[in-house]
């Protein structure tokens, strides 16, 4: 994988986590309460809405579309915490124990991206930030599915792999977007 792809995937997570950290240190970890449909949700929630603004060319609320891809990153990811934390009852959990684990998250998906990206290039910087939306909100109904059918599948990915997608196509929509250079 190219070196800038690396960097600039880099930089956009290191932008993400803090904010994560930040959250984390501000409500605590409210959101082990929520089920996993519940993340899955919120991350529909962002996407839709992002989609919404990109359809009517305007928005009524200042929030920028950079940040619903943030959203929809850690979401994606305190969702994989979850699955692996599953077993574990505690609602609150301190940063310093959440971090090692946002990080194999990260660590395991941005793997993911240099093999796919070994296969299909850099096909990603030539498509259109709508169209990864809309690969988003299609990984999304796929999620919605597997939630549906109890996490089973007969050929397909996993709910963990469609996850790790939406927070590569979202790091992607963040790079094009030019948010990588915000530090």
């Known amino acids: 994988m190219k070196t800038e792809t690396v960097s600039e995937y880099n930089q956009v997570i290191h932008l993400c986590k803090e904010l ?72 609150e959990i301190e940063y310093e124990k959440l971090e090692p684990l946002y990080d194999k998250w990260v660590n395991a998906t941005r793997a993911l991206l240099e093999n796919k990206n070994h296969d299909y290039g850099e096909a990603w910087r030539d498509m259109r930030i709508s169209s990864i939306t809309d690969i988003i909100l299609m990984k999304l109904y796929r999620v919605k599915q597997i939630e549906d059918n109890q996490g089973q599948t007969l050929v397909s990915e996993g709910i963990e792999a469609n996850y790790q997608d939406m927070i590569n196509y979202s790091v992607f929509c963040l790079i094009k977007l030019g948010f990588h250079k915000n530090d």
């Open 20 to 91: 994560f950290k930040k959250k984390t240190l501000d409500y605590g970890t409210a959101w082990r309460i929520l089920r996993l449909p519940s993340i899955t949700d919120q991350i529909f929630i962002k996407a839709q809405r992002i989609r919404s603004i990109q359809e009517l060319g305007n928005q009524k609320v200042n929030d920028p579309i950079q940040d619903e891809f943030i959203g929809i990153i850690n979401y994606c990811i305190i969702a994989l915490m979850q699955l692996e934390l599953k077993d574990d009852s505690n609602l």
